[in-house]
C-alpha cells in the first residue's frame, strides 16, 4: 500500500499555478513601477504569512479525507488568550505561548476525537467547535484588547533581507511538514486514510488515532498562526479569525489538493498562497474593490473544484 499511495501523491498542477505566478508578477510589474521593489516583496511576504500556516493546516487535514472549518473561532480565541497571558516580560510571553499551544493542541485532539469516535463528519464538529470558540473569544473582550511584548511584536516585523522573519518560519514549517507527508509512517498514514479508510482500517493502520493526531497537528499550526497575528496587530482580536476558515482552503484546492484526500501535498498549497498573495496585491495596485477580490477568490475555488473533479472523473 504504501508504494501505490506515494504514487498517487503528486497532481500534475504545479507547472500550471507556477505559470499563474509568472502571469501575475508580469502584470504587476507593467501596472506599477512600486511592485517589484524589495519593500513591496516584502510587504507580500508579510500578509501570506498567517495564511500560509493555515493553510498548510487545512492541507493535512483534507489529504486525510476531511475538513477543519475551526479556524475562525480558533483563531481569535487564541489570540486573544495570547495577548490577555503575554504581558511584558519574557517569562509571561513563554508562559502564554505554552498555555496557547497547549489550547491548540487540545482543541485539534477535540474535534479529531469527536469524528473519529463518535463519527460525526468533520464539517460538523469543526464547524460547531469554530462557533463555541468565536462565543469565547467574545466573552472574553468585545474589541481588541490585551498586550504583547514589545520585543515580541519587534519580531513579527523583523527581516532578515527581504525575508521576514514570518517567512523563515513558514519555510521551516512547509519542510519540516513535507519531509513528514514523505518520509515518515505518519505521513504515509495521512495518504492511505484519505485514499481508502476502509482500506486502511482493514489493513491494520490506527486510523482513529491517526484522524486524532492530525487535528491535533491543525489546531498547533493554528496556535502558532494566532500569536503571529497577535504579534502583528500588538493587540488580540475577537475578531482575528473571522474568514480564515473558508480562505485556508482555497490556497489547499487551487494546490492541487483533492478534497476527497489522498492526493495533494504542501509544494502546491505553497505556489497557491503565493499566487493568491500576488494577484490580491496587484487587484490593490489596480485599485480593484476587494468586494470584487472576494469574488474572484469563489470563482478560483470552483474552478479549481471543477478541474479536478473533471480530471478525476477521467482518470
Known sequence: MSTLVRATRAQPVHLVVLALIAIVFFVGITSSDRFATPLNIANVQDQMVALAIVALAQTIVILSGGIDLSFAGLLSFLAVVFAAL?????????????????????????????TAYIGVHPLITTLGTSTILAGCALLITRQPSGSVPLFFEDFTYGRLGILPYGMIAVIVLYLFVGFMLWRTTFGTRIYAIGDNEAAAAMSGLPVQRTKVAIYALSG??????????????????????????????????????????????????????????????????????????WIAEGLIIIAAVSFFAGRKGKS
Do not use: E, H, W
Open 220 to 293: 498547533l499550526l493554528c496556535a502558532v498562526a494566532a500569536m503571529y497575528m497577535t504579534g502583528r496587530f500588538g493587540v488580540g482580536d475577537p475578531r482575528a479569525g473571522v474568514g480564515f476558515d473558508l480562505r485556508s482552503i482555497t490556497p489547499v484546492i487551487v494546490g492541487g489538493t483533492l478534497l476527497a484526500g489522498g492526493k495533494g501535498g504542501v509544494l502546491g498549497t505553497a505556489l497557491a498562497v503565493i499566487l493568491l498573495a500576488l494577484l490580491a496585491n496587484v487587484l490593490n495596485f489596480m485599485n480593484v474593490s476587494s468586494f470584487y477580490q
Open 86 to 114: 503575554a504581558g511584558d516580560t519574557a517569562g509571561t510571553l513563554l508562559i502564554a505561548m505554552a498555555i496557547v499551544i497547549a489550547l491548540g493542541i487540545g482543541i485539534g485532539a477535540f474535534n479529531g476525537a469527536i
